[in-house]
Nanobody
Framework: QVQLVESGGGLVQAGGFLRLSCAAS????????MGWFRQAPGKEREFVAA????????YYADSVKGRFTISRDNAKNTVYLQMNSLKPEDTAVYYC????????????????WGQGTQVTVSS
């Protein structure tokens, strides 16, 4: 069992930055690949970024590539999402999630989810 708690969301102007954190409970954190997803009002939850268990590989949605960076610290049971050059279209609730599969882009393959943190980007 893994419990995930996101933090770091907030209101920021376009062009600004935020750093999201996701703290995980349990001693098996390093066994999971971790992903970030987001859901805007009236839209489906979509993939943002993922990182494998060793942090050796990262994956990004085209819409955030070059602006967002995912990282993890297995000693701290935490995964991060550094978001730079934010745009109004990045406004959404951001969720972190854990998976034991290699299907990093597929939300149905994630076993555990956090409660989400709101990110609002004003123009």
């Amino acid at each position: 069992q893994v419990q995930l708690v996101e933090s770091g969301g907030g209101l920021v102007q376009a062009g600004g930055f935020l750093r999201l954190s996701c703290a995980a409970s349990g001693r098996t954190f390093s066994r999971y690949a971790m992903g970030w997803f987001r859901q805007a009002p009236g839209k489906e939850r979509e993939f943002v970024a993922a990182i494998n268990w060793s942090a050796g590989s990262t994956y990004y949605a085209d819409s955030v590539k070059g602006r967002f960076t995912i990282s993890r610290d297995n000693a701290k049971n935490t995964v991060y999402l550094q978001m730079n050059s934010l745009k109004p279209e990045d406004t959404a609730v951001y969720y972190c999630a854990a998976t034991t599969t290699l299907h990093y882009y597929v939300k149905s393959k994630y076993d555990y989810w956090g409660q989400g943190t709101q990110v609002t980007v004003s123009s």
